[in-house]
């Protein structure tokens, strides 16, 4: 089993940045796969980016604005949000694999979750 803890969450004024981080312990071997969601209430869980060994994507919505970066050493995930705006409030999870299950954009593609960080922008 691996298990994942975000942390870095919080209150930001709009414009403004945080780091999210996700820290990944147990059988880490099983993973090599990191992808970050978002969920706001009363919306479906919705695709942020991802990280593998090809590469990153993301979402258009983030696109230019939202960098994921890991280290292995530390079994490590980072999430840095640049430029944040009120419609990025939500709870963030992180996500990983060892291979992606159908699309990565979608969350059935991840075996492992974390319990999600709230981020929260005022305008």
């Known amino acids: 089993q691996v298990q994942l803890v975000e942390s870095g969450g919080g209150l930001v004024q709009g414009g403004g940045s945080l780091r999210l981080s996700c820290a990944a312990s147990g059988r880490t071997a099983d993973i090599n796969k990191m992808g970050w969601f978002r969920q706001a209430p009363g919306k479906e869980r919705e695709f942020v980016g991802m990280?593998?060994?090809?590469?990153?994507d993301y979402a258009d919505s983030v696109k230019g604005r939202f960098t994921i970066s890991r280290d292995n050493a530390k079994n490590m995930g980072y999430l840095q949000m640049n430029s944040l705006k009120p419609e990025d409030t939500a709870v963030y999870y992180c996500?990983?694999?060892?291979?992606?299950?159908?699309?990565?954009?979608?969350?059935?593609?991840?075996?492992?979750w974390g319990q999600g960080t709230q981020v929260t922008v005022s305008s």
């Open positions: 990280i593998s060994g090809s590469g990153t």
């Open positions: 996500a990983a694999v060892k291979y992606f299950r159908g699309r990565y954009d979608s969350p059935t593609a991840y075996d492992y």
